[in-house]
């Protein structure tokens, strides 16, 4: 069984697991939450199975409010998603996700150093609707306007741009935990995280891309139906006024 630990000063604590030990300090990545924390081995302890519990109950009750919604028309052809995404557990969780609501996507997990070359490739062989680019990522809290101070922010940018470059008209939805949102906006993406630089869950880029596809190509996707299924509501997301991707079979 894998061992999960949290970070001893997390006033509330979420579920790491170890992916990496490099001498004293540890590779965390958030078992549902898509943060990266680089830590000594002294900051971390092992989750009890109550912490680790009580996160799942949480992460299954999201997954249930999200597949139970009933939006869909009927007789509707609903957007494409390409969902490229840094960690294959994240990835397999998110293409589950999208087959219950009856949504057609792509999934690509890729390191997200490489996203940008991997999207310029996948975009010769299909035309999505809607693009997801997320990941893992942090902020060390040395000054939020220095995408240095990031760990994979610039990483999303880069593959936003190769997208936009080649003039695709897709909605872009990019950013995982405490990335520089205000950066990623400007380099084309539709929605971001994070406008308070605070942690973002698995589903969160995914919920995005739903209630774009399901969304009518004349209206504007409603961003507070979309934060109904978001625990940070508006520190964790945002975006600027974007068309829908759905259309009535007539």
Do not use: W
């Amino acid at each position: 069984m894998e061992e999960y630990v949290v970070l001893k000063q997390e006033k509330f604590p979420i579920i790491y697991r170890i992916v990496k030990e490099e001498h004293h300090q540890v590779v965390l990545y958030g078992k549902n939450y898509r943060t990266i924390r680089i830590v000594s081995k002294e900051d971390i302890r092992k989750a009890s199975m109550e912490e680790i519990e009580q996160e799942e109950k949480r992460n299954e009750q999201y997954y249930k409010n999200i597949i139970h919604r009933k939006e869909r028309k009927e007789k509707s052809l609903l957007g494409t998603i390409l969902h490229l995404d840094g960690d294959q557990e994240y990835l397999d969780r998110s293409m589950e996700l999208y087959k219950e609501v009856g949504i057609h996507a792509y999934g690509v997990c890729v390191h997200e150093e490489k996203m940008a070359e991997e999207v310029s490739k996948i975009l010769t062989q299909i035309i999505p609707d809607t693009i997801v680019i997320t990941g893992h990522d942090s902020y060390n809290g040395k000054g939020k306007s220095d995408l240095a101070n990031y760990t994979n922010t610039q990483n999303f940018i880069r593959a936003i741009l190769s997208i936009r470059k080649k003039g695709y008209d897709a909605r872009i939805v990019a950013g995982a935990c405490q990335s520089h949102f205000e950066a990623l906006i400007a380099n084309g993406a539709s929605f971001a995280s994070s406008p308070k630089r605070i942690n973002v869950h698995t589903f969160d880029p995914a919920v995005i891309a739903i209630q774009i596809s399901i969304t009518s190509f004349t209206e504007r996707v409603d961003m507070n139906k979309i934060l109904r299924f978001i625990d940070g509501g508006r520190d964790a997301y945002g975006g600027v006024e974007t068309l829908g991707k759905m259309k009535l079979i007539l």
